[in-house]
């Protein structure tokens, strides 16, 4: 089973054409959405209902991927719940690069301190981080550098920050979900 989490835009046909490609790793790809808007809801919602399908699915091996904000979530819920991670062009601050377009960005800042501490430690190889050298929205060498230490990352030539198009990653993404236990 594959768990996708959309990015800031929930209403993108993009993400329908992702779900689609991510079809030809596992064809039991469930599709999440949650409000973007207030991210302490968003937490709660998204936990619960990524606890509820992977109770439901009984693969041994789902992961949970997500697009800009999407990953941002998918990073945090998949190491909560316990499964793997694929994120593409991860926004790592929306409290700081979303300012105006969220209610109450302080609330991922609070989330960010509340959440286990150093995380991303105790997460190491447990998440793919993909991102793209074209991204028009935001610099991620800066990303690379905060993720590097705990992460595989693959650079994407082609995509934008939106990345329509993902399967030149998905042979990828397949082996890290077959890949025999979390580290």
Sequence with gaps: MIIYLHGFDSTSPGNHEKVVQLQFIDEDVRFINYST?????????????VYKVIEQAGDPNPIICGVGLGGF?????G??????QVIFNPNLHPEVNME????RPEEYADIATK???KFREKNKANCLCILSKNDEIRDNSDT????????????????????????????????FKEAETLI
Excluded: N
């Design 115 to 117: 959440c286990v501490e």
């Design 100 to 103: 105006g377009r969220i209610d």
């Design 73 to 77: 979530w998918a990073e945090r819920i």
């Design 144 to 175: 690379a550098a905060e993720l590097e230490p705990y992460y595989q990352i693959v650079w994407d030539e082609k995509e934008t920050h939106k990345f329509k198009k993902i399967s030149q990653h998905l042979q990828a993404m397949k082996s």
């Design 37 to 49: 808007l207030h991210p302490k809801h968003d937490m709660q919602h998204l936990l619960k209902e």
């Design 79 to 84: 190491f909560l719940c316990g499964i793997r």
